[in-house]
C-alpha cells in the first residue's frame, strides 16, 4: 500500500552535515519527499514522540539529545515506505547495523549513554499518523 511515514534526522545527522545524503538515500529508494522542515524540538514535541520509552534508562538522556540542536522532519511518502525506511535506516546499533543501511555506513559509536544513530522512522502506520501530528501540526 502506499504509505506515508514521519523520518527525523536527529541533531547528530544535521551537526555532520548529512541531511543530504540521507535525503538521496531516501530519494534513491524511490520516496517521494511530501514535507520537510528543519525545526528544534519543544520538550512537549520529544515527550509526545518518546512517550513509549519513559522511564527507560535512556529516556532522559535521550530527550536532552533530541533538543540539543535542529533536526529535519519529514514526511515520505511510497509504497511500503514505513518497513521501507526502518530498512534502509539499519537496526538501532550503528555499531552492528548492516553495511548499506544509513546507520551501518554513516553511524558512529560514541560511547555515549544514547545511541546517537542519525535517524528516527515511524515503525508502523498508528506510529506515522500520530507522529506526523506532533510534526506537522
Ligand atoms: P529510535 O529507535 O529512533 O528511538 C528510540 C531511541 O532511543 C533509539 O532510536 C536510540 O537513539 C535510543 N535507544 C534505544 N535503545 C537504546 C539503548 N538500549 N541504549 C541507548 N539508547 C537507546
Not at 7 to 34: C, F, H, M, N, W
Not at 43 to 48: V, Y
Amino acid at each position: 500500500a502506499i504509505e506515508r511515514t514521519l523520518i527525523l534526522i536527529k541533531p547528530d545527522g544535521v551537526k555532520r552535515q548529512l541531511t543530504g545524503q540521507i535525503l538521496s538515500r531516501i530519494e534513491a529508494k524511490g520516496y517521494e519527499i511530501a514535507e520537510l522542515k528543519q525545526v528544534s524540538a519543544t520538550r512537549e514535541q520529544l515527550e509526545a514522540h518518546y512517550e513509549e520509552h519513559v522511564g527507560k534508562p535512556f529516556y532522559e538522556p535521550l530527550v536532552e539529545f533530541m533538543a540539543s540542536g535542529p533536526l529535519v522532519a519529514i514526511i515520505a511518502e511510497g509504497q511500503n515506505v514505513i518497513p521501507g525506511f526502518r530498512s534502509l535506516a539499519g537496526t538501532t546499533d550503528p555499531t552492528t547495523a548492516a553495511p548499506g543501511t544509513i546507520r551501518g555506513d554513516l553511524g558512529r559509536d560514541w560511547g555515549l549513554k544514547v545511541q546517537q544513530n542519525l535517524v528516527h522512522g515511524s515503525d508502523s502506520e498508528e506510529s506515522a499518523a500520530r507522529e506526523i501530528g506532533i510534526w506537522f501540526a
